[in-house]
């Protein structure tokens, strides 16, 4: 089993910065992807940004030049630096880590963005 725990969510005026932490413990091993996706209310949840653990990255076009996704393997943690936020961020973030023999969820944590 893998247990992640978030913080550093909360409310933010537009243009604002934030950054969310996650860290996992438990059955993490060495090769994996870890990632935030957010859900806002009435959308589908959808990826945010991931990194492997050769420290690949991928991004959602809409937040391309405006979030930074980073880790640290030796603390089994992962970042995501928020620059430039919009309203249009607000959501739940979740915090994701897939390995071959699962997929596990963090519990969540509120962006909110004010205009």
């Known amino acids: 089993q893998v247990q992640l725990v978030e913080s550093g969510g909360g409310l933010v005026q537009a243009g604002g910065s934030l950054r969310l932490s996650c860290a996992a413990s438990?059955?993490?091993?060495?090769?994996?992807?870890m990632g935030w996706y957010r859900q806002a209310p009435g959308k589908l949840r959808e990826l945010v940004a991931s990194?492997?653990?050769?420290?690949?990255?991928n991004y959602a076009d809409s937040v391309k030049g405006r979030f930074t996704i980073s880790r640290d393997n030796a603390k089994n943690t992962v970042y995501l630096q928020m620059n430039s936020l919009k309203p249009g961020d607000t959501a739940v973030y979740y915090c994701?880590?897939?390995?071959?023999?699962?997929?596990?969820w963090g519990q969540g944590t509120q962006v909110t963005v004010s205009s």
């Open positions: 438990g059955s993490t091993f060495s090769t994996n992807v």
């Open positions: 990194v492997t653990s050769g420290g690949s990255t």
């Open positions: 994701n880590l897939a390995h071959n023999f699962g997929s596990y």
